[in-house]
């Protein structure tokens, strides 16, 4: 599906020719307002970014089946100027028949997974991080890190990446280990992701927080149907269970989508845990496969302390139930 397709470019460069530039320009109007919580927000209307950007990437043939890669990749706001250079996956390697390694700044194995079942994105406001991956926390675009991608064998495939411990003191040890295992054939794909954060974010010493996933993904004739099951385990907490289904029916150039996402615990044991339910409906309309119309209308309902916003962390607080409105347009290039 083209709205699938589109959440991210392609992340590594596979193409005949040595450098290549490609990007995206993504720019929604919003009318929002959250309701409830001690001080509602009233309506108000937003131009927003999502997730706009450029990047150059390229490849070199160094014989004997050998490749160097690179990828330099930057944000930026076409509505404003408050963007820093290269902020995006980039970074440099090699790649061969036993499979790519790079070092740089790159997403997470954990986080990708969330790019098929995600049908609007993680910084709209129907995006995975309203409710799972602990609300951007397990959504990470890594610095200072080493992956290692496999080739795919038969249908599977597998990712491991690991932050290094730059920031290590005498008292702390911070780190961060992400990897994931995927199998798709034919109309069917599944996944496992794994993530761990040693004393990161969380500067306290003997720290960690854990994250499981599982994915999947069934298209037959029109229609993709897809989930995602997420347990996230913090030192000193219960529990956070999170999961997401969505539905998207495609009929020529038309797309219409409906996404659902719970979260549930999370908070010390004896307290009142954190609870939210997202709902979010859209259309897509493909002009072409590089420019297309998007619709969506998304809403959020927090328990007396639950803290589920838009994604990416957008508007609200504690018990309050934000909703929206959202229409757009997607070129990628």
């Not at 005949?16 to 001080?39: C, D, F, H, I, W």
């Not at 328990?303 to 508007?315: D, E, I, K, M, P």
Request: include cysteine; hydrophobic fraction near 35%; charged fraction near 15%.
């Amino acid at each position: 599906a083209v709205a699938g397709a589109c959440v991210a470019p392609a992340a590594m460069a596979q193409t005949a020719n040595p450098v290549t530039l490609y990007g995206r320009v993504y720019v929604m109007y919003e009318s929002v307002q959250a309701k409830g919580g001690a001080a509602p927000l009233p309506t108000r209307n937003r131009v927003s970014d999502q997730s706009s950007l450029l990047g150059v990437r390229g490849t070199e043939d160094l014989g004997g089946g050998l490749k160097a890669f690179f990828q330099l990749e930057t944000a930026f706001n076409p509505e404003s100027n408050s963007t820093t250079f290269a902020t995006r996956n980039s970074g440099v390697g090699l790649q061969g028949g036993w499979g790519s390694v790079l070092i740089g700044r790159w997403d997470t194995p954990y986080k990708i997974l969330g790019y098929g079942p995600d049908l609007w994105g993680d910084l709209t406001i129907a995006g995975i991080t309203s409710a799972l991956h602990d609300r951007g926390n397990f959504d990470r675009r890594e610095q200072n890190v080493i992956q290692y991608w496999t080739p795919n064998m038969g249908g599977f495939s597998a990712r491991i990446s690991h932050a290094v411990n730059e920031g290590k003191t005498s008292s702390l040890d911070p780190s961060s280990t992400s990897v994931n295992v995927t199998y798709g054939k034919g109309p069917i794909k599944v996944a496992y992701a794994y993530e761990e954060h040693k004393e990161n974010p969380t500067a306290t010493s003997g720290y960690k927080e854990e994250g499981n996933q599982l994915t999947g993904e069934f298209t037959f004739g029109g229609f993709k149907i897809a989930g995602i099951w997420e347990e996230i385990k913090k030192s000193g907490t219960n529990k956070q269970k999170n999961w997401l289904a969505s539905l998207l029916y495609t009929a020529g150039k038309h797309q219409l989508g409906y996404q659902f996402q719970q979260s549930e615990g999370g908070e010390a044991t004896g307290t009142t845990q954190r609870e939210c339910d997202v709902n979010s409906f859209g259309y897509f309309y493909n002009w072409s496969k590089r420019s297309q119309l998007v619709a969506l209308y998304t809403k959020v309902d927090n328990n007396s302390v639950g803290v589920c916003r838009f994604g990416a962390g957008q508007l609200g607080g504690a018990g309050q139930d934000p909703q929206g409105f959202a229409v757009g347009i997607k070129h990628v290039f």
